[in-house]
Nanobody, 122 residues
Framework: QVQLVESGGGLVQAGGSLRLSCAAS????????MCWLRQAPGKEREFVAV????????YYADSVKCRFTISRDNAKNTVYLQMNSLNPEDTAVYYC???????????????WGQGTQVTVSS
């Protein structure tokens, strides 16, 4: 059973930064791409960023491109999301997800974390 645990969310002023972490259990972490998605109040869950199994390929939603950076440390079974220049539209619950395979995909897999709240005040 794979467990994903997010941390690092919180309240930040517009223009500020946060770094989210997602720690994964198990020995297969490095075999899968990982992604971040988010869900704002009253909206559907949306793709944010994805990184392939090795960290060599990353893709971002247009809304976060050039502001967010996804990375991973396979030795620590952890994926990160560095978020800079935050604005109130980034307010959402952020979820970590394990992709179905090694290649990066915006389509989520079956394993989800519990989510971490990010609130950006204006």
């Amino acid at each position: 059973q794979v467990q994903l645990v997010e941390s690092g969310g919180g309240l930040v002023q517009a223009g500020g930064s946060l770094r989210l972490s997602c720690a994964a259990s198990g020995r297969t972490f490095s075999s899968y791409a990982m992604c971040w998605l988010r869900q704002a109040p009253g909206k559907e869950r949306e793709f944010v960023a994805v990184i392939n199994w090795s960290g060599g390929s990353t893709y971002y939603a247009d809304s976060v491109k050039c502001r967010f950076t996804i990375s991973r440390d396979n030795a620590k079974n952890t994926v990160y999301l560095q978020m800079n220049s935050l604005n109130p539209e980034d307010t959402a619950v952020y979820y970590c997800n394990r992709n179905p395979g090694r290649s990066a995909s915006s389509s989520p897999g079956d394993y989800w974390g519990q989510g971490t709240q990010v609130t950006v005040s204006s």
